[in-house]
């Protein structure tokens, strides 16, 4: 399917529906609503490069975006990667995890990884619903995929610490979830993590870092603010946001 630009998108090949309400994960005493792009087999990585690029994101086969109806707090979010500078607290965390090593493995179920999931949700997101989910759901949310979708492992010392998986756009990554070792004192995986998935934009010349959604009044979402310079798209158009966002 030949997708020169965006205004190329064969919408009349694709459908999208909202689903029923659900409780938001992000905001107390909120309902949220998804729109969902359908048939999952036509959303190649042509596509769904597209999709992204208009707020759209991946949960497993699944392509979705917000679609409140009261509520518009969710931005999509992304870094020009070629403007990133980090302060200082963030060129602390790459000097202080320079020995991890990243290897990218196999988009498959490994107990290992599988195992330091529920640890990373039962300490950091207890009562999330995620801290309860089983193998199968594991492997539906970050091993089932219709696009470029890269597993990597980081781990020091002969210890696994952290995994990320990150999808490949054809004018950036897509940051899809990062789970890492909840216990080791001091440390700052996530900062980390990020820092060198920009780098990894970079050695791919390839121009934008996509973070997902950020919400303002979410403590969950803060540190996405903390990088910068960061976009948002706001009304149909990706613009900066200010520092103080």
Same mark, same amino acid.
């Given at each position: 399917?030949?997708?020169?630009?965006?205004?190329?998108?064969?919408?009349? +090949?694709?459908?999208?529906?909202?689903?029923?309400?659900?409780?938001?994960?992000?905001? !107390? !005493?909120?309902?949220?609503?998804?729109?969902?792009?359908?048939?999952?087999?036509?959303?190649?990585?042509?596509?769904?490069?597209?999709? =992204?690029?208009?707020?759209?994101?991946?949960?497993?086969?699944?392509?979705?975006?917000?679609? %409140?109806?009261?509520?518009? @707090? %969710? /931005?999509?979010?992304?870094?020009? =990667?070629?403007?990133?500078?980090?302060?200082?607290?963030?060129?602390?965390?790459?000097?202080?995890?320079?020995?991890? =090593?990243?290897?990218?493995?196999? +988009?498959?179920?490994?107990?290992?990884?599988?195992? +330091?999931?529920?640890?990373?949700?039962?300490?950091?997101?207890?009562?999330?619903?995620?801290?309860?989910?089983?193998?199968?759901?594991?492997?539906?949310?970050?091993?089932? @995929?219709? =696009?470029?979708?890269?597993?990597?492992?980081?781990?020091?010392?002969?210890? $696994?610490?952290?995994?990320?998986? *990150?999808? /490949?756009?054809?004018?950036? $990554?897509?940051?899809?979830?990062?789970?890492?070792?909840?216990?080791?004192?001091?440390?700052?995986?996530? /900062?980390?993590? *990020?820092?060198?998935? /920009?780098?990894?934009?970079?050695?791919? !010349?390839?121009?934008? +870092?996509?973070?997902?959604?950020?919400?303002?009044?979410?403590?969950?979402?803060?540190?996405?603010?903390?990088?910068?310079?960061?976009?948002?798209?706001?009304?149909?158009?990706?613009?900066?946001?200010?520092?103080?966002?």
């Amino acid at each position: 399917m030949a997708l020169p630009d965006d205004a190329e998108l064969p919408y009349s +090949l694709l459908q999208f529906y909202a689903t029923s309400p659900y409780p938001c994960s992000y905001l !107390d !005493d909120h309902m949220a609503r998804s729109q969902v792009a359908t048939p999952a087999h036509l959303i190649d990585e042509r596509v769904y490069s597209t999709l =992204v690029r208009r707020g759209f994101r991946r949960s497993g086969i699944f392509t979705y975006r917000p679609h %409140c109806d009261t509520c518009q @707090s %969710c /931005v999509p979010v992304r870094l020009p =990667v070629a403007d990133v500078q980090p302060n200082r607290s963030q060129r602390r965390a790459t000097r202080h995890h320079a020995g991890l =090593v990243a290897r990218e493995m196999p +988009l498959h179920f490994i107990p290992e990884h599988y195992a +330091l999931y529920v640890r990373y949700q039962n300490s950091r997101h207890p009562g999330g619903g995620m801290d309860d989910d089983n193998h199968e759901q594991y492997a539906q949310f970050l091993l089932q @995929s219709r =696009v470029d979708t890269r597993l990597v492992e980081f781990v020091e010392d002969g210890e $696994l610490r952290m995994v990320s998986v *990150i999808d /490949v756009l054809d004018d950036g $990554l897509s940051s899809v979830y990062t789970f890492f070792d909840p216990d080791v004192p001091g440390a700052s995986y996530g /900062v980390y993590n *990020i820092l060198w998935q /920009v780098a990894q934009c970079r050695a791919l !010349d390839l121009p934008y +870092l996509y973070l997902g959604y950020w919400i303002a009044e979410s403590r969950k979402m803060a540190y996405k603010s903390k990088f910068r310079p960061l976009e948002g798209l706001i009304d149909g158009h990706w613009r900066r946001l200010p520092e103080q966002a």
